[in-house]
């Protein structure tokens, strides 16, 4: 399986979860990536560490709960937990601390702070299924410094779960188990030096492959030129689609031309990194249903909100059940198909 094809399939699961705050849809898409991970994730270190991201994603509902009772703006409604309330300096308008808390705005915590969860989980997914380092092959040679980056940024959690892994295993071998600050110690130290000892050797194996040796010391005045106009029609071309008085031409017509000022610079900076692929990985049937079905869900989604905005949005005020079309029930139900594929991924 092409790496792509799953971070293409995790980004419309994410844009799906973007456009709505529903509880039940956000639910359906959270429940697809979770389920497509535990069918298809292989023994990796950065499959082993999708829990990490789903503990994440809890922390984060409960931390967005607890700052919505702490020092949320409270509304009107139905008194759930009526807590005293510390009044802030008046440049806090209608900001206070502890106060009545209300069932519609705990709901909306809740609602809010799924959706943040989602997103983890939705990028967690993509970084369990997806070999990083394969992921970088099929960059673009422009974008290889970049990549490399990010895909050691990516790597460094997967591999900070697995040395935890291994440090508790060790210690439990040795028939010690530290519990609290004192085990949060002993385990802390080792595994701080276990990624200090991965860092080093990943900097003298870099080296030895001359990495960022094969990139020419002037450059190309060409390239900054056209990644400048990029950045400048990116601006106008934005602030025109957001401002409603300005011409027509200043919206997506701008943006285009920047569009393509990108790719040419893109093209030309790509001339200046000499880099061979071993096996590269092709796109095939496979790839394409994978990306598809999230794609389906996003567009979906993207589709029914900007004909109804209120349908996939809960009412607080009054306090409703929230709706579920069948058709966004199906859209998202398309992203478990990856699911469902023969075969496992390489």
């Known amino acids: 399986m092409h790496p792509w094809a799953w971070w293409v399939w995790a980004l419309g699961l994410a844009v799906a979860t973007t456009r709505t705050t529903n509880p039940l849809v956000v639910g359906l898409v959270l429940l697809a990536a979770v389920v497509v991970v535990l069918a298809r994730r292989e023994d990796t270190p950065w499959a082993r560490a999708f829990r990490g991201y789903l503990l994440l994603a809890a922390a984060v509902l409960v931390m967005r709960v607890a700052f919505h009772v702490v020092v949320g703006i409270k509304g009107p409604g139905q008194v759930l937990l009526d807590l005293p309330r510390v009044p802030l300096p008046e440049w806090a308008v209608a900001v206070h601390l502890l106060g009545p808390v209300t069932v519609e705005g705990l709901l909306g915590a809740v609602y809010a702070g799924l959706r943040l969860a989602a997103l983890v989980v939705c990028f967690g997914a993509a970084n369990a299924l997806a070999n990083p380092k394969r992921a970088l092959r099929a960059l673009p040679a422009a974008l290889h410094q970049i990549g490399t980056a990010v895909v050691i940024a990516m790597s460094v959690s997967p591999a900070l779960v697995t040395s935890a892994g291994q440090v508790r295993r060790a210690q439990r071998l040795r028939g010690q188990e530290p519990?609290?600050?004192?085990?949060?110690?002993?385990?802390?130290?080792?595994?701080?030096?276990?990624?200090?000892?991965?860092?080093?050797?990943?900097?003298?194996?870099?080296?030895?492959?001359?990495?960022?040796?094969?990139?020419?010391?002037?450059?190309?005045?060409?390239?900054?030129?056209?990644?400048?106009?990029?950045?400048?029609?990116?601006?106008?071309?934005?602030?025109?689609?957001?401002?409603?008085?300005?011409?027509?031409?200043?919206?997506?017509?701008?943006?285009?031309?920047?569009?393509?000022?990108?790719?040419?610079?893109?093209?030309?900076?790509?001339?200046?990194?000499?880099?061979?692929?071993?096996?590269p990985d092709r796109w095939g049937v496979a790839e394409t249903v994978v990306a598809a079905s999230g794609v389906l869900a996003g567009t979906v989604l993207v589709a029914v909100t900007a004909s109804d905005p209120a349908l996939l949005e809960p009412s607080l005020h009054p306090l409703r059940w929230p709706a579920l079309p069948p058709v966004v029930v199906l859209s998202v139900a398309a992203a478990v198909v990856p699911a469902l594929l023969p075969g496992r991924p390489a």
């Open 179 to 279: 519990r609290g600050p004192r085990g949060l110690v002993a385990l802390a130290v080792p595994v701080l030096d276990d990624a200090l000892d991965r860092s080093l050797a990943l900097a003298a194996s870099m080296d030895s492959r001359g990495y960022a040796r094969a990139v020419r010391a002037g450059g190309d005045r060409r390239v900054a030129a056209l990644l400048l106009v990029a950045l400048l029609a990116a601006a106008v071309g934005s602030y025109g689609l957001l401002d409603a008085t300005t011409p027509g031409w200043l919206g997506v017509p701008v943006l285009l031309a920047g569009a393509v000022a990108a790719v040419l610079g893109s093209l030309l900076a790509g001339r200046a990194v000499r880099r061979t692929r071993y096996r």
